[in-house]
Nanobody, 125 residues
Framework: QVQLVESGGGLVQAGGSLRLSCAASGRTFSSYTMGWFRQAPGKEREFVGA????????NYADSVKGRFTISRDNAKNTAYLQMNSLKPEDTAVYYC??????????????????WGQGTQVTVSS
């Protein structure tokens, strides 16, 4: 069992940066693929990016590619989402999630077994 807690959200002006953290409990953190998703009001939860357990592969949604970077520190049981050049359309609740590597596609919400509670990111214009 893995429990996830996000932190680092807040209010930032367009063009600014934020770094989200996702702290995980449980000894099996290093075996999970970690994903970041976001959900804006009235919209479905959407994929932002994901990183494999060994950090050998990362994938990003086209909308954030080149601006966001995912990393993880398995020794600290923590995953990160560095967000640069933020835009008002990045405003959403951001969630981290964990999935077993062999279950489903990293792109899909339903493939993830464990979710954090979310952290609000608001980008003002």
């Amino acid at each position: 069992q893995v429990q996830l807690v996000e932190s680092g959200g807040g209010l930032v002006q367009a063009g600014g940066s934020l770094r989200l953290s996702c702290a995980a409990s449980g000894r099996t953190f290093s075996s999970y693929t970690m994903g970041w998703f976001r959900q804006a009001p009235g919209k479905e939860r959407e994929f932002v990016g994901a990183i494999t357990w060994g950090s050998d592969s990362t994938n990003y949604a086209d909308s954030v590619k080149g601006r966001f970077t995912i990393s993880r520190d398995n020794a600290k049981n923590t995953a990160y989402l560095q967000m640069n050049s933020l835009k008002p359309e990045d405003t959403a609740v951001y969630y981290c999630a964990a999935k077993s590597p062999w279950i489903g596609s990293y792109l899909l919400v339903r493939a993830y077994e464990h979710w954090g509670q979310g952290t609000q990111v608001t980008v003002s214009s």
